[in-house]
């Protein structure tokens, strides 16, 4: 589904990720640690098509395209989907109207007919249900004065709203107490299938005792150095990120 | 000075003035308009500060008719250009002119009259004296005064004490011509006694083959503890230019509240006075222009606080695309007596692409020493950060455009008060921001 090959990206003309390589197969879900700064946040936004990122090196091919010719538009009707550290607030759009517009345009882009305000909403209702969203929540602007929480659960409720086939969940724990990270969890449980990817990035374990993973990889320094299963996680818990800094200090 | 062009203007306004069949304190007043326009002549931009912005120069030489009845021989044009305006409580003017009956036919509840001045001026001789003769003496806006001196006729809307109108009364303004070059001086005197309340909506609607211009004069006086909801929607043809001049005089505790929608017209100036006469009386005066192609919209505010206690919001929002020009002017004056006045002043624009012009000036005029005015100006472009968490959910970057565009003009609509106007005007925002 996604094959990363040697990503080189850089900010600024400030080299961020050094030669990144990941493989992600439908119906796996990976977990990305790594310590502040070590390009979690730049793999997330490049992966979805974000500005001010020069790659300059390597490949990215997601689901037979190359993924860096496509716009962020574009990448999400392939169904790609990242659901942001921080959601941005815009007031004025109401949450039901901007999500109606998303799922239109996924649909239109794959021959599907639009669903009209009453099919729209029957289905929000539905995935809202799992992430215990209110009516009221549905109505507002899209974020505006949502508190942390809240904001991350409707990142989640837009994920099954759109159905992605690659979900990336850009450190969708942090700020989250503990009851909050069991229903955004849930969410994420509920997509899970044999068709469908995540990637979850994270500082902390703490969330994939929720979301199991399959994989674990240790980003360190804008590579990943280091690959385990589910154990790993655990032992990066345990250790803290001071071990692979010095075994992989460059 | 008199230029050959004011002579033709001049001309008009006295044969307006001799087939008007009003009494004659209405003709003294207008003739005194006339005197005090010809003495003025039109504002020139070197010598007048107030239309620094404004050129009208190439506008007012245009040999314009003011004897054109009805915009168009097309029946059903004027379906087409109200857009949804023609409710239930709709008065149709065309080019300044309204037939008797039109305004008899309207079923306003007890206590509310609306007349024509040609029919009923002798009945209204009490409000009319503030409404014409200190308004021919004062004004200073030669475009008020042309008015005054040359309308055809006037509307005058009365509320009773403690009547409140029960829906929103509409005055569509229809102007234009289907040939020749025309002009319309539309006038709207609402008089509100204590205690009453009032939604009127005026939308200056057109059709129109040939350069036109509107000339409109909307006069509020809100009565003690009296609630105005004034809206002015400029909707005009893309030919006319539009200028427009309300003022609103607020007795104690009374409200009033405009809010101005510019989407349509070529060159447009707005003169937006209140008076705050009364203690704790209060103003909202909102705005919101969308401007593209070549269209040049000035918006000019003042509100005067000139007794203690006096509250006053304010938020002008412009769009401006393309080779668009805006100008926004705010002025506050508050008097020495006028202590405890709260005063806010906010105007936020958003400019589409390069090319386009913002002039926005706050203009505050304190004399009091413990009041509360704050104001504050921004021009900006689109959220990066918005469009790209909206692209990144599979909206297009013209669909992403449009959708933070308008939610930004939206604050000012919603606010309007009239959610059927509200709705046809999100509506309409959409098809402006398509056809972009």
Known sequence: MLEIKDLHVEVDGKPILRGLSLSVKAGEVHAIMGPNGSGKSTLAHVLAGRD?????????????????????????????FLAFQYPVEIPGVSNMYFLKAALNAKRVHRGETEVDAFEFLKIARDRAKVLEIDDSMLKRALNEGFSGGEKKRNEIFQMLMLDPLLAILDETDSGLDIDALQVVSRGVNTLRSPENAVIVITHYQRLLNHIVPDFTHVLYNGRIVKSGDKGLALELEERGYGWVEQEFAA | MTSDFTGR????????????GAPGFVASARALALQRFEALGFPQRRKNEAWKYTNVLPLVKVDFDDDVAYPT??????????????????LVVTNGRVDRERVDSLKLPAGVRLERLRDAADAHADVLEAALSRFADQETNPFALLNTAAFHDALILRVAKGVALDEPLCVVHFSGS??????????????????????????FVGHSEAPCLTNAVSEVFVGANATIN?????WEAPQTAHVSTTNA????????????????????????????????AECTLNGLSMVRGTQHVDN???????????????????????????????????????????????????????GTTINSKPQLEIFADDVKCTHGATVGRLDAEGLFYLRARGIGEAEARNMLTHAFASEVIDACGVDDLAELLSETLRGWLNEG
């Not at chain 1, 001010?52 to 790609?80: C, F, N």
């Not at chain 2, 021989?73 to 709709?90: F, N």
């Not at chain 2, 020749?180 to 009032?198: F, K, N």
């Open chain 2, 178 to 203: 289907q040939r020749d070059p025309s002009i319309a001086h539309p006038r709207l005197l609402v008089v509100c006694d204590e205690s009453s309340e009032a939604t009127v909506i005026e939308a």
């Open chain 2, 73 to 90: 021989s097309d029946p059903t044009a004027l379906e087409r250009h109200a857009r949804g305006l023609l409710w239930a409580k709709a």
């Open chain 1, 52 to 80: 001010g990122y020069q790659v300059t090196a390597g490949s990215i091919r997601y689901q037979g395209h190359d993924l860096l010719e496509l716009a962020p538009e574009d990448r999400a009707r392939e169904g790609l």
């Open chain 2, 249 to 280: 005089y607020v007795r104690r505790d009374g409200r009033y509240r405009q809010q101005l929608i510019n989407l349509g017209g070529s060159l447009v100036r707005n003169n937006v006075r209140t008076l705050l006469q009364g203690e704790n």
């Open chain 2, 9 to 20: 203007y001049i001309d008009q306004a006295r044969r307006a003035q001799a087939t008007s």
């Open chain 2, 300 to 354: 000019q505010t003042s509100i005067e606080h000139l007794v203690p206690n006096g509250n006053s919001w304010q938020l002008y929002k412009g769009v401006v695309s393309d080779q668009g020009t805006l100008v926004f002017n705010g002025r506050i004056f508050v008097e020495k007596d006028a202590q405890k006045t709260d005063a806010k002043q906010q105007n936020n624009n958003l400019l589409l692409n390069e």
């Open chain 2, 230 to 234: 004034h809206l002015h929607v400029q």
